[in-house]
């Protein structure tokens, strides 16, 4: 199962408290990475497949908010595009989601959401998987 980690600290940088929650979980998942973090009233988003590539990106930037992402594939391989956050846009509104678990009803959501014309970032072509959690953000997205 992946991990999931948030900090927050009004006045300091919470790059730190992600490092040690993130080694002390490690083992939770290691292939496949991204975070959420606020700069100054504005939301960024990073997604690496290497862990190496996600510490050097969460290094660059000191922040006060982080939601931070690390996976242990199970419906796709791990690919920049099958790894969280995800990233969606409804109502000329950006949406960013992290989940952890599984979606039971992804394939039915995944079949609406294409009747409406919605593309997933995550679908592999040979294969036909996609992210379960990336059907959650569309689900989201279209409805809130």
Aim: glycine fraction near 4%; include cysteine.
């Amino acid at each position: 199962m992946c991990g999931i980690l948030f900090a927050h600290n009004q006045n300091d940088d919470t790059r730190f408290q992600i490092l040690t929650q993130y080694y002390a979980q490690k083992h939770r998942g290691s292939q496949g990475f991204g975070f959420i973090r606020a700069v100054k009233n504005n939301i960024e988003i990073a997604r690496a497949t290497t862990e190496a590539a996600i510490l050097d990106e969460l290094v660059k930037t000191p922040t006060n908010t982080i939601l931070f992402h690390h996976r242990f594939p199970t419906s796709t391989k791990n690919t920049l595009q099958s790894t969280h956050p995800f990233l969606v846009e409804s109502k000329n509104r950006q949406f960013a989601i992290i989940h952890n678990g599984v979606i039971t009803n992804a394939h039915k959501l995944k079949a609406d959401h294409a009747a409406l014309g919605i593309v997933y970032a995550s679908a592999e072509q040979d294969t036909n998987q996609f992210n379960d959690s990336e059907a959650l953000a569309h689900d989201i997205a279209r409805t809130i």
